[in-house]
């Protein structure tokens, strides 16, 4: 089975810490996925990578970067946090060339309060 | 842009129904659609794709069917179970790039025993 792990299910921190979310996946995937999800609004692409050092904007990009150094690994950066990121962040993976067809699989999800 | 919906957003059913979800999208020029189930707190796990060619795909109790003409899917429960209590949620692949993804907001299932 594919496996995408978070590595940090809950994480408190304070407004302006610099904050690190890691996803690793175990299936040789291409493209991997971070998404916020909010009561209301939601799933959120905040940013995808289709290739390692290969990053596109999503529809949420402002206050986040993001860095993939190993086709494995897709790291969510808060350069500094406020409270408008509390949300709930969930990371994706699929094996997928230029067309379609594969499914995407997802993370159990990083719950992320910032105070 | 596109645009997914699923009515209703939440449901409650006894336990033993046949129940169906809904999902429609507003630009049926689509690749794939795939449902998914969320348990509270949790990821997303994959239930079902369909591509563009197909009508239906079935894992078990579960079957799903696509009619892109109507812009339209439906994902139906037979034999529900409380296990079977989750949100469940449909996305929409609108293109070849991986990222035209677009997800409804989800329907809330109850199965009550």
Known sequence: ?115 | KQEVTQIPAALSVPEGENLVLNCSFTDSAIYNLQWFRQDPGKGLTSLLLIQSSQREQTSGRLNASLDKSSGRSTLYIAASQPGDSATYLCAVRLSGSARQLTFGSGTQLTVLP
């Open chain 1, 1 to 115: 089975d594919v496996k995408v792990t978070q590595s940090s299910r809950y994480l408190v921190k304070r407004t302006g810490e610099k904050v690190f979310l890691e996803c690793v996946q175990d299936m040789d995937h291409e493209n991997m996925f971070w998404y916020r999800q909010d009561p209301g609004l939601g799933l959120r692409l905040i940013y995808f990578s289709y290739d390692v050092k290969m990053k596109e904007k999503g529809d949420i990009p402002e206050g986040y970067s993001v860095s993939r150094e190993k086709k494995e690994r897709f790291s969510l950066i808060l350069e500094s946090a406020s409270t408008n990121q509390t949300s709930m962040y969930l990371c994706a993976s699929s094996k997928d060339g230029a067309r379609s067809g594969n499914t995407i699989y997802f993370g159990e999800g990083s719950w992320l309060t910032v105070v």
